[in-house]
């Protein structure tokens, strides 16, 4: 059963660059579908929305599954996913020039790790990770297509979650059919291990766990903000203070939900936006003017051999500087210690601290 009426023949947008394909639930968001699966038991999924869908071609729906634009109780699914009944399917219909930008792109990529089933990327500060308007092509995606053309098979080219396109670090990929299930399911199941390197304004406490849930700005619909429960999703976020400046200070977050710009939000609500983030009302520091954030270490069993991996990532040349500016510590990702956040290891930097 369909919610509402939409005028999905024009391609009404939401954003592509809130979907996440691991984040279970995403009904909450107005420019959404919602369909009852139950007529459609045994059939592929394509070929269900064509019929629940008329004005929208069956072409139109296999290029929205291939955007991850149609999730199946959260998640985004494979083109081969055949409906059982008894799931919620949420669809976002998306314009034409959304449609056109699954193609390849001829764009530089740090991979850190490459096997059969799992790549993990370095992200770059200014690379966008999947199409959203006004970044419908020259995206990570985009870039994983001219690479790895077999990619194409996969939603979003593989891509598991995301990182904002002024957020540095890492960022997995799956390589395979199975490894796009799996790994899709570890982070909804909160087996992924996910920490972030930031600089605050202000001192936050020593540690801290943010539980807040998160939604959109009933007040600005580009921007995230904490919710009541019944219009936002659940969202935890762990800290762990570093190193204090004058008035900043070095953290470490860990992530136990995945929800869109859930550190930077959850950081601005309690008063400690992140240095350069003028989104959430963080300020620039001298050159440094995007937000100080990196995904510095990813931790994960394999999805096909099991083996736990620990995978890091050096802080930007851009960080580096903000903290020499800030006398900060630079300090170095360690592995995660299994209880609590760890102690990073630290070197000093240059210049009287």
């Known amino acids: 059963m369909r919610d509402r009426q939409v005028d999905y023949s024009q391609g009404a947008c939401v954003s592509a660059d809130q979907f996440d394909p691991a984040a279970p639930g995403q009904a909450s968001d107005p420019e959404s579908l919602r369909f009852d699966a139950l007529a459609g038991v045994g059939q592929r999924l394509d070929r269900f929305l064509a019929s629940v869908l008329p004005d929208v071609s069956r072409t139109r729906i296999q290029r929205w599954i291939a955007l991850a634009a149609v999730t199946v109780d959260g998640q985004a699914v494979l083109p081969r996913y055949r409906v ?96 796009f299930e799996r790994l899709s399911a570890a982070i909804a199941a909160r087996t992924v291990s996910r920490r972030y390197f930031a600089v605050t304004q202000g001192v936050p406490p020593e540690r801290l766990t943010i539980e807040a849930p998160i939604g959109r700005d009933p007040r600005d619909r580009l921007r995230m903000a904490v919710v009541s ?54 300020s620039p520091r001298g050159d440094f003017d995007r937000q100080a954030l990196h995904a510095w270490c990813l931790e994960l069993d394999h999805p096909v051999s099991g083996a736990r991996l620990q995978m890091h990532s050096a802080l930007p040349a851009d960080i580096v500087s903000l903290l020499d500016a800030l006398q900060l510590p630079v300090p170095v990702p360690v592995p995660a210690s299994g209880s609590g956040l760890p102690k990073p290891a630290v070197r000093p930097t240059r210049g009287k601290r």
């Open 84 to 179: 059982r009944g008894i799931e919620t399917i949420e669809v976002w219909p998306m314009p034409t020039e959304a449609e056109r930008s699954f193609e390849p792109d001829d764009i530089a990529l740090s991979i850190i790790h490459e096997d059969a089933d799992l790549m993990v990327i370095d992200k770059p500060v200014g690379l966008v990770a999947h199409p959203a308007p006004g970044h419908w092509r020259g995206t990570l995606m985009n870039a994983l297509l001219h690479a790895r053309p077999d990619s194409a098979r996969l939603p979003r080219a593989g891509i598991i979650h995301r990182l904002d396109k002024d957020t540095s670090g890492l960022l997995m990929v799956a390589r395979s059919e199975r490894a």
């Open 229 to 282: 429960a019944d219009r936002g999703k659940a969202a935890t976020t762990h800290i762990e203070r570093l190193s204090v400046g004058d008035r900043v200070a070095s953290i470490e977050c860990r992530l136990e939900t995945g929800r869109t710009h859930q550190i930077r939000v959850h950081l601005a609500s309690r008063g400690h936006p992140l240095i350069g983030d003028s989104v959430y009302g963080g």
